[in-house]
């Protein structure tokens, strides 16, 4: 059988084709420099093994360990000033709750809405049962802040404390007020159809929104306090490593880098070099 012009055509395309790949494999793969070039893009170089200075390692060891500590410490007092914020919002809205049914007895008391009206009614109803779900709901890692019924648990203890763990060799006790043991239960949107329980529903929501904003502020200046306190042991921290770092023979960092990380913690840095 004879081969056509188109059979051989494809033959000879196809051998060329492989003649090329042949070539191509030689030059990458081989003593080619185009080889070299993408072997050493492929294949990681080896790097030698610093070993570490027992001596260095030795002197540092307990400046080395209180710097870990001081930081850890410092990740405590900052969750602490979190769970102070997380309790802060809840107390907030709790707060708005209250002042929204406020607006509602000035409203009927006003004539602009009727306290007979079961919408009217029912929107004072919703507005408790939503400070009653703050109360039951805020928390924070499992620790429910302003709800006794869930305390006396390993995380907060029955009298609403949570132990932080804030020194080397101590702490302090975070404490929580317990908004479940407000009266919110006397919150009655049947009282609204008649001005004598107008005016005890509007005498109750003055005494508990008091008691609410004691809470707020109390929890917006222990936040405040506990994220300065977190700043500080972090500041100590650095200081400890850097000291660490100083008392080696051969440091593991450059004077410039020192230099260069006291500057970042004394004016603030773009990026967030904390571990």
């Known amino acids: 059988m004879s081969l056509t012009d188109t059979d051989r055509s494809l033959i000879y395309d196809m051998s060329l084709q492989l003649l090329q790949q042949d070539i191509?494999?030689?030059?990458?793969?081989?003593?080619?420099?185009?080889?070299?070039?993408?072997?050493?893009?492929?294949?990681?170089?080896?790097?030698?093994?610093?070993?570490?200075?027992?001596?260095?390692?030795?002197?540092?060891?307990?400046?080395?360990?209180?710097?870990?500590?001081?930081?850890?410490?410092?990740?405590?007092?900052?969750?602490?000033?979190?769970?102070?914020?997380?309790?802060?919002?809840?107390?907030?809205?709790?707060?708005t709750s209250l002042a929204d049914m406020k607006q509602i007895l000035d409203d009927i008391n006003s004539g602009l809405l009727s306290g007979s009206d079961p919408i009217v009614q029912q929107n004072y109803l919703n507005l408790k049962n939503q400070i009653l779900g703050y109360v039951s709901n805020t928390e924070y890692n499992g620790i429910y802040m302003l709800d006794s019924s869930k305390w006396g648990t390993e995380q907060i203890d029955s009298g609403g404390n949570v132990y932080i763990q804030a020194f080397k060799n101590g702490g302090f006790d975070v404490n929580f007020y317990d908004a479940s043991s407000l009266d919110f239960a006397s919150l009655d949107e049947t009282a609204l159809g008649n001005q004598s329980g107008r005016d005890a529903q509007n005498a109750l929501l003055d005494s508990l929104s008091s008691s609410i904003d004691s809470m707020h502020d109390m929890y917006d200046k222990r936040e405040t306090s506990y994220a300065t306190q977190a700043t500080q042991l972090d500041a100590q921290s650095s200081l400890l490593t850097q000291a660490a770092e100083t008392r080696r023979q051969k440091p593991a960092q450059s004077l410039e880098s020192l230099l260069l990380d006291w500057v970042a913690q004394t004016t603030g840095s773009l990026l967030n070099t904390s571990s």
């Open 24 to 95: 191509l494999t030689r030059t990458l793969f081989q003593g080619g420099i185009v080889g070299q070039m993408l072997r050493n893009m492929m294949v990681e170089q080896s790097s030698s093994y610093q070993r570490t200075n027992p001596y260095d390692e030795a002197i540092t060891g307990t400046l080395r360990s209180d710097a870990a500590a001081v930081k850890q410490n410092s990740r405590n007092v900052s969750e602490a000033s979190s769970m102070m914020g997380v309790a802060k919002e809840g107390v907030a809205g709790i707060q």
